[in-house]
């Protein structure tokens, strides 16, 4: 058949431009290239299928959980009773071993240049007003002020009146022992078709562990990775339970061996530890379980933020927090993944704690003490303190064949990326570059004249 469109049309220019490419099978005997290639195949093995799905578990949807927290409050006790009991004791250390305090006696440690008077308070005492939710404002300083009515409003005052009470005396003090009071911590959680409370479920909480980490190191850290909340190795430390009384599935030995005291004094019992005294150390060491709950002690959520001292660390505008106040954010993640286990079915809910400080210019509540209708007089008192807001959080895994064809999408990607990389290699990097890409392109063409003859290869 001749050429119908002529050489103008259909001539070596056409065929270039339409020309039409075909795979071909070239094995190129080079370990260099076959090491480059299978290398590229392993990383994306160890990418897709190693991080992704075994370690990152992205084959499951993860939908976000939601909870209820709930915070009560105990002061110091003897031997850990619970406050509850009217036989329980309260074991307040004595003003005069407190720095803070101006009964101070004198020690160790010298007395701090704010020092007030300090007073003792129980639970109810403390929040007479009880706590309902995740938000208790532990109150380190009252000032308490006594007013009289200043008018009432008649017809010899034209029934109006400028100021309702006028101040007479107010007294300032701070609440002694405060740091070794503790909080009971419950929450629920639900998503779908997962729902239920922490008092079945192991919880861990978050400590930024600084022992043997020096300032060179933070320094280094700081440098490569930026200023961060902890500078040292954040460990992930399950909650022991004080007894067998719990209800969560025991965890392994290795996590529940006899820890170190790690934290300050702890506090009094949670009210529904069912009575039974705490051990020492768990005490000491500030925080544990018990049957309904977590029990953190001030001191232990204080470290757990980053605060050493109320005394020591102040606000922007210097001034204490034991004065001025401060926000502790407790925030509760739910998750049911675990690297490398969830895959073959063996992942189970748990719980975290992240304590983090978020210093607030002043944390403050007016409260009105005493008054009774009618009266003439009324006592009212400002609270400044920790304000510690508990928050749920997390999310719930839900296996997903979706999720799952696009890992494997993506892997199929990433081979054809690997190869279209290997090829470029081979035809423009290597040596033998000119042999490889001839050996994989052909190119097929007619002959100058040749008309209808069969077509050369080159």
């Given at each position: ?73 105990s002061q110091p006790t003897m ?254 993640r739910y998750s049911n993944l ?121």
């Amino acid at each position: 058949m001749g050429n119908a469109c002529g050489n103008a049309l259909c001539g070596p220019a056409a065929d270039s431009l339409l020309a039409y490419q075909t795979l071909k099978v070239v094995n190129i005997k080079d370990h260099r290239l076959g090491g480059v290639y299978y290398g590229l195949i392993l990383l994306i093995i160890i990418f897709v299928f190693g991080y992704e799905i075994l370690y990152c578990n992205d084959q499951f949807e993860k939908r976000d959980v939601s909870g209820t927290p709930q915070v009560m409050i105990s002061q110091p006790t003897m031997g850990g009773c619970n406050a509850r009991d009217p036989d329980c004791e309260s074991n307040f250390t004595s003003m005069e071993e407190l720095p803070y305090c101006s009964e101070y006696a004198g020690g160790l440690e010298p007395k701090v240049s704010h020092a007030r008077p300090c007073t003792f308070a129980d639970r109810v005492s403390l929040l007479p007003n009880g706590v309902v939710g995740g938000y208790m404002m532990v109150p380190t300083r009252i000032t308490t002020t006594h007013e009289t009515q200043g008018c009432r409003p008649g017809k010899a005052n034209g029934h109006t009146c400028r100021n309702e009470w006028v101040e007479t005396d107010s007294e300032d003090h701070y609440v002694a022992d405060i740091e070794r009071y503790s909080l009971f911590i419950s929450h629920t959680y639900h998503r779908d078709s997962l729902s239920g409370n922490n008092n079945r479920v192991l919880g861990y909480y978050l400590d930024c562990d600084l022992r043997g980490v020096g300032q060179r190191e933070q320094n280094l850290k700081r440098l490569l990775y930026g200023d961060a909340a902890c500078l040292g190795i954040v460990k992930r430390r399950p909650i022991e339970c004080f007894d067998e009384s719990c209800n969560f599935r025991e965890a392994p030995r290795k996590e529940l061996k006899r820890r170190k005291v790690r934290g300050g004094s702890g506090g009094g019992l949670a009210p529904d530890s069912g009575g039974k005294a705490v051990p020492y150390d768990y005490r000491t060491d500030g925080v544990y379980a018990v049957p309904n709950g977590d029990v953190f002690s001030v001191q232990k959520l204080m470290e757990l933020a980053g605060v050493t001292s109320l005394d020591n660390a102040t606000n922007r505008d210097g001034t204490p927090y034991r004065e001025g106040g401060t926000v502790i954010d407790i925030e509760v993640r739910y998750s049911n993944l675990v690297p490398f286990e969830s895959t073959f079915g063996h992942g189970e809910i748990t719980y975290e704690y992240r304590v983090t400080a978020k210093p607030l210019h002043e944390v403050q509540d007016d409260l009105l003490r005493f008054w009774q209708p009618g009266s003439t007089t009324r006592t009212l008192e400002r609270r400044h303190g920790v304000l510690f807001v508990v928050t749920v959080s997390g999310h719930f895994g839900f296996f997903s064949i979706l999720n799952l064809m696009l890992m494997l999408a993506e892997a199929a990607s990433m081979l054809a990326v690997a190869t279209l990389l290997t090829d470029k290699i081979a035809i423009y990097m290597m040596e033998r570059a000119d042999v490889y890409f001839h050996s994989k392109y052909e190119e097929t063409r007619l002959p100058p004249d040749a008309g209808e003859a069969e077509p050369a290869k080159a």
